[in-house]
């Protein structure tokens, strides 16, 4: 990597330097004190032979899990909160006494912001670990890298980012948006209340932001009366060098900027976009990967004034969220953040608990029958529920971002949007 790259990841060494030392941490009783969960009377666990007829690792105290994220590379500015929300779930379900009676135990892999080591983890998680269920990935380049892996050895992914869609497995939970939910609502309420007619789009260059610009393109140009696309580039990850294309932007002046730049390299793109001049105030600029997990290296005085589309903002006002982020603070420290994906990653370990009561088994296929249909109304989100298709309903929220770094929500669908990753029209 370049030196500017590393100049870039210095941005997340806190949240890095705090994720090394998970390890070493005594386990912790949030939340018995926080009153998000009530704590059930201990019912004797069913027998392990009864619950687990394939071989996973689950004994008759314990249960294991795997966690792989990219906490190295550029890809650890974004994933580090999804490491920390799902050891939070954790600890909240064990302080509740566990899955079935059994404490969960979890094995941490680092993918390394590399896809082919996501799949050589996720193999050994399945294999070697033989644990219960994956909670991971972040871009669709490590999950598409791992999804082969977990449906040839029948294991179970939850997944927590948004996505592009056009993807359904037996095998993964999808706890973040697909792109009907994120992508379309977001366009409507740009082109409605800003009066966004031209767009020029630009991303990272892998499949979430290409597919996602791909369905942008035919919602702008097919759907968005009198409206164009003006431009539209791609740059690979880690990328810091913006400046021919914001020189391209100024000479086209879209109504709306619509990024989808991943990772650390948002940290350089927003600094070159204030620094040539452009005012997110005046230039309307809407992202689809920006939370306050990249905001805080971003910094929130170089993208104040952007809109972001995401079902999540550390900001939502409701009872479940503020017990969650008191709680996700107390683990993690006052000053750490919570984006969308970081909620989405909180889901997996809870959907998952609740499905394998539901099931009254951790065998996979128990599992991923018995999924639809589950409900999570403690969710910080407010509600979520599994869909047949293993997306979840939830609704589109559009944020404002302010100098602090935190989003000023300015509008939700009244709705929960039921989730179509195979939109007709948009493949």
């Not at 929300?85 to 912001?113: T, Y």
Request: with cysteine; glycine share 8%.
């Amino acid at each position: 990597m370049s030196s500017q790259n590393d100049q870039s990841n210095k941005f997340s060494t806190t949240r890095r330097k705090l994720l090394m030392g998970i390890a070493a941490l005594p386990a912790v009783p949030l939340l018995a004190s926080s009153g998000l969960f009530s704590t059930p009377a201990m019912a004797q666990a069913p027998a392990t032979s009864a619950v687990n007829t394939t071989g996973l690792a689950v004994t008759d105290t314990e249960v294991t899990v795997g966690i792989l994220h990219s906490v190295t590379g550029t890809m650890a500015i974004s994933e580090t909160g999804s490491v920390q929300a799902e050891k939070l779930a954790i600890e909240q379900i064990n302080a509740m006494g566990g899955v079935l009676g059994r404490k969960i135990k979890f094995i941490q892999e680092d993918g390394a912001s590399d896809w082919p080591t996501f799949a050589e983890k996720a193999k050994k998680l399945l294999v070697n670990d033989k644990v219960a269920a994956i909670m991971g990935c972040w871009t669709s380049a490590s999950r598409k890298a791992v999804l082969p892996v977990v449906e040839q050895y029948n294991g179970m992914l939850y997944y927590p980012t948004f996505y592009e869609g056009l993807e359904q497995s037996k095998n993964v939970i999808y706890t973040g948006q697909e792109a009907t939910q994120q992508i379309l609502a977001g366009l409507d309420w740009v082109a409605k209340t800003k009066n966004g007619k031209t767009f020029y789009l630009i991303g990272s260059d892998y499949i979430w932001p290409r597919t996602s610009m791909k369905i942008a393109r035919k919602h702008i140009e097919g759907h968005l009366k009198d409206s164009s696309v003006v431009g539209e580039e791609y740059f690979p990850l880690g990328h810091t060098q913006f400046n021919s294309v914001i020189n391209k932007i100024k000479l086209k002046k879209p109504d709306v900027i619509y990024a989808a730049v991943v990772g650390g390299s948002n940290v350089a793109f927003y600094k070159q976009l204030k620094a040539a001049g452009i005012d997110l105030n005046k230039q309307t600029l809407l992202t689809i990967s920006v939370t306050e997990d990249e905001i805080d290296g971003i910094g929130g005085e170089n993208i104040a004034g952007a809109y972001s589309s995401m079902k999540y903002f550390q900001s939502l006002d409701n009872p479940n969220n503020k017990e969650f982020v008191a709680a996700f603070k107390k683990m993690w420290g006052e000053k750490t953040v919570i984006g969308d994906v970081t909620q989405a990653a909180y889901l997996g370990p809870w959907l998952w608990k609740m499905t394998v009561e539901k099931a009254g088994s951790f065998d996979i296929d128990k599992i991923a029958a018995a999924s639809a249909g589950i409900e999570f109304n403690k969710a910080p989100e407010g509600y979520v529920k599994i869909h047949e298709n293993h997306h979840l309903w939830s609704k589109a929220r559009i944020g404002l971002a302010l100098p602090d770094g935190q989003f000023k929500v300015v509008y939700e669908t009244p709705d929960l949007i039921e989730p179509d990753p195979f939109p007709k029209g948009y493949q």
